[in-house]
């Protein structure tokens, strides 16, 4: 059965930190990579950052130097650590592959 799962959404002041995190069911995490999307309101959805199974990720100029993605290949899971947040950063966070995707989980920052 494909699941994503997303978790850890909130409300957070400017210049706080989030921690959102995503559980896969294997047969989708096992040698993908993982991607996090987010959708503001009235706005397209748009990528956040991508990470290899080895590791490796990559980032949005947007969030760059202040979010950190990373993955446990053990647990199935990514981990996106959120720092210096601004109100651009409000948004439906979505996690998955380039197939599947998970049901979002909001962040909200008040300025």
């Known amino acids: 059965q494909v699941q994503l799962v997303e978790s850890g959404g909130g409300l957070v002041q400017t210049g706080g930190s989030l921690r959102l995190s995503c559980t896969a069911s294997g047969s989708i995490f096992r040698g993908n990579v993982m991607h996090w999307h987010r959708q503001a309101p009235g706005k397209q959805r748009e990528w956040v950052a991508s990470v290899l199974e080895s590791g490796y990720a990559r980032y949005a100029d947007s969030v760059k130097g202040r979010f950190t993605l990373s993955r446990d290949n053990q647990k199935n899971t990514v981990d996106l650590q959120m720092n210096g947040l601004i109100s651009q950063d409000t948004a439906v966070y979505y996690c998955?592959?380039?197939?599947?995707w998970g049901q979002g989980t909001q962040v909200t920052v008040s300025s």
């Open positions: 998955g592959t380039n197939d599947w």
